[in-house]
């Protein structure tokens, strides 16, 4: 029985057949991606064996598009608590220990009670816990220094990251266009 259409989106590829990104996964739903290929902005590079008909069209569903028009991707990417959580590879700064996205926070290196700004480089990703121990002191007055000295990463080194990170779901057709660290560890 083949999957409801639903789950099958279409994974998206730059003009030079990199994906879009990788974290998250750039996914397109079966209607974007075939309005994309009515408009001409995209080639199909691989289909789902699903067929969707209407009395004027019969297409097979995209599972792999192309981008006909390169898109470079930002320089400075957008400082974001979930870019300084990949930035840190989801790890505590403190502790080092990896965790889900929803038991991390993150913590002012110099605190703001002491003049420390929000910024990529005073800000590192922590758990609840270091946090707390942490509190408004500085490194050296609690002994706690991150891990890496934080800064400003560039979308190159954000890519690379989230390719440390695959998706639960992973179509065969995709597997050529992308590659993750785990499967090169496994290998
Ligand atoms: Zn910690």
């Known amino acids: 029985m083949s999957p409801p259409l639903e789950s099958c989106p279409a994974l998206v590829l730059n003009a030079d057949f990199r994906p879009l990104s990788y974290f998250p996964l750039s996914l397109w739903s079966w209607q974007d991606s075939i309005k994309a290929v009515f408009l001409d902005r995209v080639s199909i590079v691989s289909h789902y064996t699903h067929v969707v008909r209407s009395p004027s069209f019969e297409m097979q569903l995209p599972s792999v598009i192309a981008l006909k028009e390169y898109i ?25 220990t990896p965790f889900p996205t929803h038991e991390l926070t993150f913590d002012h290196v110099v605190p703001r009670s002491k003049g420390g700004r929000t910024t990529w480089t005073n800000v ?6 270091c946090n707390l121990v942490k509190a408004s002191f500085l490194p050296h007055e609690c002994g706690m220094h991150p891990l890496t000295d934080p800064f400003q990463p560039s979308a190159f080194h954000l890519q690379e990251n989230g390719r440390a990170f695959p998706p639960g779901f992973l179509h065969e057709s995709w597997r050529d ?5 785990s499967e090169l560890e496994a290998s």
């Open 177 to 181: 266009f992308l590659y993750w660290d």
């Open 124 to 129: 590192v990703t922590a758990c609840s816990g």
């Open 72 to 96: 470079p991707s930002a320089r400075r990417p957008a400082f974001t608590r979930f870019n300084v959580f990949l930035r840190d590879r989801f790890c505590c700064q403190y502790c080092g």
